[in-house]
Protein backbone atom coordinates (compact mmCIF):
# COMPACT_ATOMS: atom_id res chain seq x y z
CA UNK A 1 0.00 0.00 0.00
CA UNK A 2 1.47 3.31 -0.75
CA UNK A 3 -0.31 6.58 0.54
CA UNK A 4 0.56 10.47 -0.81
CA UNK A 5 -0.69 12.71 1.74
CA UNK A 6 -1.75 16.08 0.01
CA UNK A 7 -3.13 19.38 1.13
CA UNK A 8 -1.09 21.16 3.40
CA UNK A 9 0.33 24.71 3.75
CA UNK A 10 0.15 28.03 5.15
CA UNK A 11 -3.10 29.15 6.89
CA UNK A 12 -3.89 32.18 9.20
CA UNK A 13 -5.00 31.27 12.94
CA UNK A 14 -9.01 30.47 12.45
CA UNK A 15 -8.60 29.21 8.54
CA UNK A 16 -9.34 25.78 7.41
CA UNK A 17 -7.58 23.30 4.88
CA UNK A 18 -8.48 19.84 4.18
CA UNK A 19 -5.85 17.20 3.71
CA UNK A 20 -6.35 14.22 1.06
CA UNK A 21 -4.13 10.91 1.98
CA UNK A 22 -4.48 8.74 -1.85
CA UNK A 23 -3.59 5.01 -1.62
CA UNK A 24 -2.11 3.61 -5.33
CA UNK A 25 -1.63 -0.13 -5.87
CA UNK A 26 -4.05 -1.21 -3.46
CA UNK A 27 -7.70 -0.73 -2.57
CA UNK A 28 -8.51 1.04 1.31
CA UNK A 29 -11.68 -1.02 1.62
CA UNK A 30 -10.79 -3.25 4.33
CA UNK A 31 -8.06 -0.93 6.09
CA UNK A 32 -8.04 1.50 9.31
CA UNK A 33 -7.19 5.05 8.57
CA UNK A 34 -5.28 7.20 10.56
CA UNK A 35 -4.08 10.74 10.71
CA UNK A 36 -0.69 11.67 12.69
CA UNK A 37 1.47 14.92 13.09
CA UNK A 38 4.80 15.87 14.56
CA UNK A 39 5.89 18.96 15.09
CA UNK A 40 9.31 20.25 15.67
CA UNK A 41 10.86 18.45 18.47
CA UNK A 42 7.67 16.71 19.37
CA UNK A 43 6.87 13.28 19.33
CA UNK A 44 4.51 12.13 16.20
CA UNK A 45 0.97 11.77 17.78
CA UNK A 46 -2.52 10.84 16.75
CA UNK A 47 -5.08 13.16 15.58
CA UNK A 48 -7.82 10.71 14.07
CA UNK A 49 -8.85 7.40 13.00
CA UNK A 50 -11.70 6.15 10.88
CA UNK A 51 -12.78 2.17 10.19
CA UNK A 52 -12.50 0.83 7.45
CA UNK A 53 -16.28 0.87 5.96
CA UNK A 54 -16.41 4.72 8.08
CA UNK A 55 -18.62 3.80 10.30
CA UNK A 56 -16.48 4.74 13.34
CA UNK A 57 -14.36 7.64 14.12
CA UNK A 58 -11.91 8.43 16.89
CA UNK A 59 -10.10 11.78 17.59
CA UNK A 60 -7.44 13.02 19.98
CA UNK A 61 -9.06 15.61 22.63
CA UNK A 62 -6.87 18.15 20.87
CA UNK A 63 -9.00 18.24 17.80
CA UNK A 64 -11.95 17.30 18.57
CA UNK A 65 -15.21 19.32 17.61
CA UNK A 66 -12.45 21.07 14.82
CA UNK A 67 -11.49 18.29 12.59
CA UNK A 68 -13.79 16.04 10.45
CA UNK A 69 -12.09 12.49 8.65
CA UNK A 70 -13.90 10.96 6.17
CA UNK A 71 -12.99 8.27 3.33
CA UNK A 72 -13.93 7.79 -0.09
CA UNK A 73 -13.34 4.14 -0.81
CA UNK A 74 -14.53 4.14 -4.38
CA UNK A 75 -11.94 6.78 -4.63
CA UNK A 76 -8.89 5.50 -2.12
CA UNK A 77 -8.66 8.07 -0.35
CA UNK A 78 -9.28 9.49 3.37
CA UNK A 79 -9.68 13.53 4.26
CA UNK A 80 -8.93 15.36 6.95
CA UNK A 81 -10.93 18.66 7.02
CA UNK A 82 -9.22 20.72 9.73
CA UNK A 83 -10.79 24.17 10.49
CA UNK A 84 -10.69 26.64 13.10
CA UNK A 85 -6.75 26.13 12.96
CA UNK A 86 -4.26 27.23 15.87
CA UNK A 87 -0.76 27.94 15.68
CA UNK A 88 -0.24 25.39 18.02
CA UNK A 89 -1.88 22.56 15.43
CA UNK A 90 1.32 23.18 13.02
CA UNK A 91 3.14 20.20 12.23
CA UNK A 92 3.82 16.90 9.28
CA UNK A 93 0.69 15.80 8.88
CA UNK A 94 1.17 11.58 7.97
CA UNK A 95 -1.80 9.52 7.04
CA UNK A 96 -1.20 6.02 7.81
CA UNK A 97 -3.16 2.87 7.52
CA UNK A 98 -3.24 -0.89 8.79
CA UNK A 99 -5.46 -3.89 7.69
CA UNK A 100 -8.96 -4.56 9.81
CA UNK A 101 -7.59 -7.84 10.71
CA UNK A 102 -5.62 -5.75 13.43
CA UNK A 103 -8.68 -4.29 14.74
CA UNK A 104 -10.14 -0.88 15.84
CA UNK A 105 -8.28 -1.68 19.20
CA UNK A 106 -5.10 0.86 19.30
CA UNK A 107 -6.45 2.87 16.45
CA UNK A 108 -4.27 5.35 18.91
CA UNK A 109 -1.54 4.08 18.40
CA UNK A 110 1.38 4.60 15.77
CA UNK A 111 3.02 1.39 16.39
CA UNK A 112 0.11 -0.48 15.04
CA UNK A 113 -0.33 1.05 11.52
CA UNK A 114 1.84 -0.76 9.13
CA UNK A 115 1.19 1.62 5.90
CA UNK A 116 2.91 5.30 5.83
CA UNK A 117 2.35 8.26 3.58
CA UNK A 118 5.71 11.02 3.36
CA UNK A 119 3.74 13.75 5.14
CA UNK A 120 2.44 17.09 4.22
CA UNK A 121 3.13 20.29 6.15
CA UNK A 122 0.78 22.10 8.26
CA UNK A 123 1.70 26.01 9.31
CA UNK A 124 -0.57 27.88 11.08
CA UNK A 125 0.20 31.50 11.69
CA UNK A 126 -0.75 33.52 14.75
Known amino acids: VQLQASGGGLVQAGGSLRLSCASS????????MGWFRQGPGNEREFVSA????????YYADSVKGRFTIARDNAKNTVYLQMNNLKPDDTAVYYC????????????????????WGQGTLVTVSS
Open 96 to 115: ASKHRRKGWDYANNRHSYDY
Open 50 to 57: INWYGGYT
Open 25 to 32: GRSINDYI
